[in-house]
């Protein structure tokens, strides 16, 4: 399911390339609603004065509407977006860094000081693996043919991944064929 969730995503022709962006199919708080894109920007300029902070990274970032809110209420802050398409129309001291996508990083963030980085838009849509109880009450990778949709039961979920589940979703009492997500990726 990771692969067939980052194709759809990220890949050539995937939803995050899109002309339109994320804005022509659903809205965020700093789209939808200015008024709440604006607080929030204010809150984060608050924080970011609080703890002497001087950059804000907005990681998948769409087209970079909170960023414009970010720099007109705190002009003096360095702002830079990252997502996966090139640079967007933006006010011109906003910086830009183009990403891989899913759970890659891109090189020009390592090393960062001073920074505020803001993922409230990335960490939903980091691609993840699928996982599901078979029939004896092993928890197992769902596996999808990309052409078809087929999904089939693969390894069982083992190590960090496995550490991961019951933290963010019951595993025990579960029947043959509860499952979700296995975000230790996140």
Known sequence: ?????????????????QVSGPA???????????????????????????????????????RGELLEQVHRLGPHVHCVGVDIVGRPPLSEPIGWIQSPGGDQLPDELDGLSDTLVFANEWLDVVPCAMAEMDQDGELRDVLVNLSSGDERLGDMVLGTDREWCPWFGPTDNREPGDGGEVGGQR
């Open 1 to 17: 399911w990771k692969q067939a969730w980052e194709q759809s995503l990220y890949g050539e022709s995937g939803f995050y390339r």
């Open 24 to 62: 022509g199919h659903f809205s965020t708080a700093t789209q939808g609603i200015p008024q709440i894109g604006e607080l929030l920007a204010g809150a984060l300029l608050k924080l970011m004065d609080q703890e002497g902070l001087d950059t804000f990274v907005d990681m998948g970032c769409g």
